[in-house]
C-alpha cells in the first residue's frame, strides 16, 4: 500500500473533535458558504501514518496524517491535520467534482493505494485541481468509496 499505513473509522457528526469543527464553520463562514453542514450523510476519520523503510525512516511526506471527511448531500467538507500542525480546510461542491476509485485508475498499477481521486473546483481555488482522499482498506474506507463516488454522480443530475 504504497509508503502509508491507511485506517479509516466511521463517526457520528456529533463526535468530530471541537476544534475540527471550529475550524470548518470558520472556514464556511470566511467563504459565505451557508449551512453546507446541515445534511451530513457520512463522516469518517482517515489516518495515514509513513511506514518505516531504512535507516532514515521512509523518505519524503509527512509523517502522519489525521483527515476527518463529512460527505453532505451536496457537499464534501476535508480537514487536514498534518504532523500534528495547523488544520488545513478544503471544501468542494460535489456537483464540481468527480470522484474516482483510486485501485481503477492507472495511477494503482505505479503506485498501489486505496482512496479516490477527486478532480474539479475546490471552494477557494480559482482553477481545477485534483487531490486524493486516502482511505482504509477497511469497513469504513469501503463504505465511504462508492458513497462518495455515488453522491457526486448524483449532485450533477
Known sequence: MGDYNRSTKEIPFGDIPANVIQSVRVYIEKHSLGDILANPL???VSTSEKIKKGLFGGGPGPKRLIQTVVLTDR????????DRNALYIKTMQLRDITAEDYEKSSFYKM?????????????????LGMIFL??????????FKPLLIETAQKAKE
Request: net charge negative; charged share 25%.
Open 111 to 127: 503506485i498501489p493505494d486505496t482512496g479516490v481521486n477527486i478532480s474539479g473546483r475546490f471552494t477557494d481555488a480559482s482553477e
Open 42 to 44: 457520512m463522516c469518517v
Open 75 to 82: 457537499w464534501l467538507i476535508l480537514a487536514d491535520n498534518v
Open 134 to 143: 486516502p482511505l482504509g482498506k477497511d469497513a469504513a474506507g469501503e463504505k
